[in-house]
């Protein structure tokens, strides 16, 4: 993100766009937009953008836009579709520009010879080609069988190491959406269900071979004549990325301060879901703010570090916990502040491409963070120290302004002492006159005081995560 001018909020936008002023210069009118005339309104003072077909005048939107100008000037007088999916997928711009609709790109009409049928081929790489149908024709399948109380919905991956964070079902209303996730792809179970079912799901999955049962419980003990009706992306296998980004609403269950503007929530999941989020992989929270859909991205952490948690049920599936920082002028954090226990707010599926199977193949785990950059790696944290036993150590390198603002100061400092592997070191960019550790911002010389191998070949994992030039500079 970069700095906005002042009155150049999400708040202010908002407003712009209920004022009634034009937007897109065209006085209300939608017109057919054709490839060359895209391509001329690609300036700052005259920028127009396709996403999805649809073309949107974003000049008026640029000095409001989170990630700078120089970002939506990428896509100017273009198709900008894959550039957006790449960056934020998730933001739901059909609300936030919909006053700046210019109209649907133009299709262009393609003539046959007469007399003569063509067919055009696409040429992509055989290889991929042959993965993709092996994986859809061989791999993928589900059947349904039933008794007297119970509907059994079978999905067949043959995938080996399948396991329940690979799943994720919903089922609310009558409609059940069954999702198995593999790698960038996912195949996708979605039916109006036949009849009513109670608001509990089961889910068995057989790791070994793959095979994943939903279950689920009649409401009448009727025999059904079929499942149901197909839905949207019924029995498809695509990349995970074409797929629309789903959401369920979860109960604010608690609220509870982790610094002096970091506060911990706690979402509970919907009955009828199961769902459990990757380690390194992040959601979406979805909310309504004066009559636009505002949405920004979150990494679920645990409800505290020590492992002692997990002879708790925090694991159940059923708990998501976000460690969230709430700005003074943060329109999206202060209404998420505003919630009250026992108000919803819409989650969606989990998105990344973090794998656990970086850590396993390393001997050392260096972990960069930034302020709530710290998020991604509580869960990396547990998981490194209680699932790997090839690392030898485990340093997290914790950057922040002030003493204040470090996150789980006392609980890191007590896993530091009870696991020899871990080391932890805070870093100051702001401190007291009292601070008596390390402090500056992250630099090459800063660095190599404490990324260091722990023997001469080791094989070394860094993971960063923060602000952005934060990022940069540590990777730098």
């Known amino acids: ?19 009634g002023k034009d ?32 073309v949107y005048n974003v000049t008026p939107y640029m000095e409001y836009h989170p990630g700078g100008e ?22 739901n711009y059909e609300s936030m520009l919909k006053e700046c609709l210019v109209g649907r790109m133009a299709v262009k009409p393609i003539a046959a010879p007469k007399g003569e049928l063509k067919f055009k081929y696409v040429l992509i790489c055989p290889k991929k ?7 859809y024709f061989l791999f993928y399948s589900y059947d349904w069988f039933q008794t007297d109380s119970l509907i059994t919905v079978v999905i067949y991956t043959k995938q080996k190491d399948m396991s329940a964070e690979l799943v994720i079902v919903d089922c609310q209303d009558k409609r059940l959406r069954g999702e198995i996730i593999m790698d960038d792809y996912s195949y996708l179970v979605e039916v109006d269900l036949d009849h009513a079912v109670s608001e509990e799901v089961a889910v068995n999955i057989a790791e070994k071979i793959g095979k994943v049962e939903i279950i689920l419980k009649k409401k009448d003990n009727i025999h059904w004549k079929m499942l149901g009706q197909p839905w949207g992306c019924h029995n498809t296998f695509v990349k995970r990325t074409d797929r629309e980004v789903f959401y369920r609403k979860c109960k604010l269950v608690s609220k509870s301060e982790v610094t002096h503007d970091t506060k911990l929530f706690c979402l509970m999941l919907p009955k009828g879901t199961h769902l459990h989020v990757p380690t390194g992989q992040h959601v979406y929270l979805k909310q309504t703010i004066t009559g636009t859909e505002a949405v920004k991205p979150y990494t679920p952490v645990l409800p505290f ?37 026992g108000d919803y707010i819409s989650v969606s599926n989990p998105e990344g491409n973090f794998k656990k199977s970086q850590v396993q193949d390393s001997e050392d ?16 944290l547990n998981f490194a120290l209680t699932e790997v036993s090839c690392l030898r150590t485990v340093k997290l390198i914790f950057f922040n302004k002030t003493e204040d603002d470090i996150l789980w100061r006392n609980q890191l400092e007590q896993l530091a002492l009870k696991d020899e592997r871990f080391e932890v070191q805070f870093i100051l960019s702001q401190p007291t006159k ?20 722990s023997r001469k070949d080791s094989k070394v994992l860094i993971c960063i995560c923060g602000p952005t030039p934060f990022t940069e500079q540590g990777v730098q």
Not at 72 to 88: C, E, I, P, R
Not at 367 to 375: D, E, R
């Open 434 to 453: 009292d601070w008596v550790g390390k402090q500056g911002e992250i630099s090459s010389s800063l660095l190599s005081e404490f990324v260091k191998r």
């Open 70 to 91: 120089d970002e939506l000037m990428k896509a100017a007088g273009t198709d900008g579709t894959d550039l957006f999916d790449q960056v934020h997928r998730w933001v």
């Open 23 to 54: 937007l897109t210069g065209l006085k209300g009118r939608l017109i057919e937009v054709t490839e060359d005339e895209l391509a001329k309104h690609n300036k700052k003072e005259d920028c127009w953008i396709c996403i999805r077909g649809f």
């Open 305 to 341: 570090l020590l492992s002692d948690f997990q002879e708790t049920s925090h694991h159940d599936g059923v708990h998501i916990y976000l460690m969230i920082k709430i700005y003074s002028c943060g329109l999206f954090t202060q209404a998420l502040d505003d919630l009250q226990i």
């Open 1 to 19: 993100q970069v700095p906005l001018k002042p009155g150049r909020s999400l708040m202010d936008w908002i407003r712009l766009t209920k004022s």
């Open 129 to 135: 080609l042959y993965i993709f149908l092996l994986l």
């Open 365 to 380: 785990l260096i972990l960069l963070a930034g302020g709530t950059g710290f998020t991604p790696m509580v869960k990396l």
